[in-house]
């Protein structure tokens, strides 16, 4: 069964430094990964999408890796802001699974972004 | 405006009384899904759906019960709310498989 964690569970960063934010999942065997964020009283927005067969994407401030072969994978926040104060989960989508779109999901990272 | 659209957004209920969560997509997704988010356990898949009339369990489809009739809509039935239903519930669509997960805003039910 798939496992996914995201550690620390919160983290607190003053603005305009760069950030790393971690998730592992237990089975390489994954067909995509996608890190979301998570505002307090709202939906989950989806941020980057990372095929299996990819290393790392990139939008805006935002750089998503992944090495399936050590179950990891990591969203890279550049110059942050206040409005990145988020809860981020990160969810992997088995290949076992092609045609079902359920996501295992970690418990996510809350973000604090301090002026 | 492409979204994802759940009602009702917050509802207190009683147990036992039949509820419905309704879902709707305007963006022709083939795939919806149903999820329920509780602290410390992340969101777990109740339903998922892979087109008109084609619909599966997730993890925890115990006390839940979903339709798809039509392409834009997938209803949540709770037909005997109980109390350790009280969560966070997401509806969320996608164009494909494999592609990026649209997520609505959320429902909070309260089963007392």
């Known amino acids: 069964k798939q496992e996914v964690t995201q550690i620390p569970a919160a983290l607190s960063v003053p603005e305009g430094e760069n950030l790393v934010l971690n998730c592992s999942f237990t089975d390489s065997a994954i067909y995509n990964l996608q890190w979301f964020r998570q505002d307090p009283g709202k939906g989950l927005t989806s941020l980057l999408l990372?095929?299996?067969?990819?290393r790392e994407q990139t939008s805006g401030r935002l750089n998503a890796s992944l090495d399936k072969s050590s179950g990891r994978s990591t969203l890279y926040i550049a110059a942050s802001q206040p409005g990145d104060s988020a809860t981020y989960l990160c969810a992997v989508r088995p290949r076992s699974n092609f045609g079902n779109e359920k996501l295992t999901f970690g418990t996510g990272t809350r973000l604090t972004i301090i002026p | 405006e492409a979204q994802v659209t759940q009602n009702p957004r917050y509802l207190i209920t009683v147990t036992g009384k039949k509820l419905t969560v309704t879902c709707s997509q305007n963006?022709?997704?083939?795939?919806m899904s149903w999820y329920r988010q509780d602290p410390g356990l992340g969101l777990r898949q109740i339903y998922y759906s892979m087109n008109v009339e084609v619909t599966d369990k997730g993890d925890v489809p115990e006390g839940y019960k979903v339709s798809r009739k039509e392409k834009r809509n997938f209803p949540l039935i709770l037909e005997s709310p109980s109390p350790n239903q009280t969560s966070l519930y997401f509806c969320?669509?996608?164009?494909?498989?494999?592609?990026?997960?649209?997520f609505g805003a959320g429902s909070r039910l309260t089963v007392l």
């Open positions: 990372i095929q299996s067969s990819q």
């Open positions: 969320a669509s996608s164009l494909r498989q494999g592609s990026f997960l649209t």
């Open positions: 963006m022709n997704h083939e795939y």
